[in-house]
């Protein structure tokens, strides 16, 4: 499979085999759906869309080829999330990497994945603490606006690479908006693509949910 598109930070799985590429897709596509899910026999064709787009998650086999690949990754894009699967874990690795030996559990895969990578990109808020999210996208490195919609009121919450960069809820922006949004405890949220179109939040993402914890 040639990967030719480089505009969707998605889940690239890389797998020699395709008989075992097609099983570890079809698991990621059902679990985070059918657009967050790249899939490659051929570690030319991957490195290629690492070129041009920042992965949210790579899961390549652990192997000489599958090394080469992190290391091309984490020298472009920096720390993003590994899953390495079949052969021996290479110590030369450097965190966030998990390790999953043959054969691959799917769904301790889409456990793994699911650390750095919301399920389906949607949900309710009773069964996912919003802040949980927030975390999920900020170490996937995201770019894109979190929709949340409770039944009296809606917000949304951008990112940029990872970062919060701006929030509205109603007429408010900034902090007091990320703040409110973070108290609802019923609704639903869904992520989509987008850009800014203010910019009214800085500090990390820890950082904000430390001091959303800190409001009365």
Same mark, same amino acid.
């Given at each position: *499979?040639?990967?030719?598109?480089?505009?969707?930070?998605?889940?690239?799985?890389?797998?020699?085999?395709?008989?075992? %590429?097609?099983?570890?897709?079809?698991?990621?596509?059902?679990?985070?759906?059918?657009?967050s899910?790249?899939?490659?026999?051929?570690?030319?064709?991957?490195?290629?869309?690492?070129?041009?787009?920042?992965?949210? &998650? %790579?899961?390549?086999s652990?192997?000489?080829s599958?090394?080469?690949?992190?290391?091309?990754?984490?020298?472009?894009w920096?720390?993003?999330? /590994? /899953?390495?699967?079949?052969?021996?874990?290479?110590?030369?690795?450097?965190?966030? *990497?998990?390790?999953?030996?043959?054969? &691959?559990?799917?769904v301790?895969?889409?456990?793994?994945?699911?650390?750095?990578?919301p399920?389906?990109?949607?949900?309710?808020?009773?069964?996912?603490?919003?802040?949980? &999210?927030l975390?999920?996208?900020?170490?996937?490195?995201?770019? =894109?606006?979190?929709?949340?919609?409770?039944?009296?009121?809606? =917000?949304? /919450?951008? +990112?940029e690479?990872?970062?919060?960069?701006?929030?509205?809820?109603?007429?408010?922006? =900034?902090?007091?908006? %990320? +703040?409110?949004?973070?108290?609802?405890?019923e609704?639903? +949220?869904? +992520?989509?693509?987008?850009?800014?179109?203010?910019?009214?939040?800085?500090g990390?993402?820890?950082?904000? %949910?430390?001091q959303?914890?800190?409001?009365?």
């Amino acid at each position: *499979m040639v990967l030719t598109e480089c505009t969707v930070s998605a889940i690239l799985v890389v797998d020699a085999s395709p008989e075992r %590429l097609r099983g570890s897709v079809a698991v990621l596509r059902h679990a985070f759906g059918p657009a967050s899910v790249r899939g490659t026999t051929e570690p030319e064709d991957a490195a290629g869309w690492i070129a041009c787009e920042r992965p949210a &998650v %790579l899961v390549t086999s652990a192997d000489s080829s599958g090394a080469s690949l992190v290391e091309e990754l984490r020298g472009r894009w920096g720390p993003v999330p /590994v /899953v390495l699967t079949h052969g021996p874990a290479s110590d030369a690795l450097l965190p966030p *990497m998990t390790h999953l030996p043959a054969p &691959v559990d799917p769904v301790r895969l889409r456990a793994e994945v699911g650390r750095w990578v919301p399920g389906a990109g949607a949900g309710t808020i009773a069964t996912t603490l919003l802040s949980d &999210v927030l975390a999920l996208y900020a170490r996937a490195g995201r770019t =894109g606006v979190l929709d949340v919609r409770s039944p009296a009121r809606t =917000g949304s /919450v951008w +990112f940029e690479d990872g970062d919060v960069v701006h929030a509205a809820c109603g007429a408010q922006t =900034g902090k007091t908006a %990320l +703040f409110e949004v973070l108290c609802w405890n019923e609704g639903r +949220f869904a +992520f989509r693509g987008g850009l800014a179109p203010a910019r009214s939040v800085s500090g990390s993402v820890p950082e904000l %949910l430390a001091q959303a914890d800190a409001v009365p």
